[in-house]
Nanobody
C-alpha cells in the first residue's frame, strides 16, 4: 500500500519560514490534484493550497502571498514553502493526492508550531 510521508514540520518563531515536503512511498499513477490541508487544535481541517497536474495553484486567503505550493510530478513529491509564519498557522499539516479515478491518499501529518 503506497503511503504519503510528510516532513519538515517543527517549531519556528513568528516571521520565520519552514518548507514542508510530501513524498509517496511508491509510484501513484494518475495523480491529478495535490493539496495541503491543516488542522489546528479544536478546529476543523481546512484546505491550505492546491496544485493540479498542469501546475495551476490556488490558496486559502489566509496564506496567500506567504505560502507557495510546488510539485515534482515525476517523483510524486510536493512541497509547501511557508514564509512570514504567524501563530495562527500553528497546526498539523497533511498532504493529499487525488487520482483521476478518485483514489484518495493522505499522509500522517507533520506538526508546525509558530511561537516565540
Amino acid at each position: 500500500q503506497v503511503q504519503l510521508v510528510e516532513s519538515g514540520g517543527g517549531l519556528v518563531q513568528p516571521g520565520g519560514s519552514l518548507r514542508l515536503s510530501c513524498a509517496a512511498s511508491g509510484s501513484i499513477f494518475g495523480v491529478v490534484v495535490m493539496a495541503w490541508y491543516r488542522q489546528a487544535p479544536g478546529k476543523q481541517r481546512e484546505l491550505v493550497a492546491v496544485i493540479t497536474g498542469g501546475g495551476s495553484t490556488n490558496y486559502a486567503g489566509s496564506v496567500k502571498g506567504r505560502f507557495t505550493i510546488s510539485s515534482d510530478n515525476a517523483k510524486n513529491t510536493m512541497y509547501l514553502q511557508m514564509n512570514s509564519l504567524k501563530p495562527e498557522d500553528t497546526a498539523v499539516y497533511y498532504c493529499n493526492f487525488l487520482t483521476f479515478n478518485s483514489n484518495d491518499y493522505w499522509g500522517q501529518g507533520t506538526r508546525v508550531t509558530v511561537s516565540s
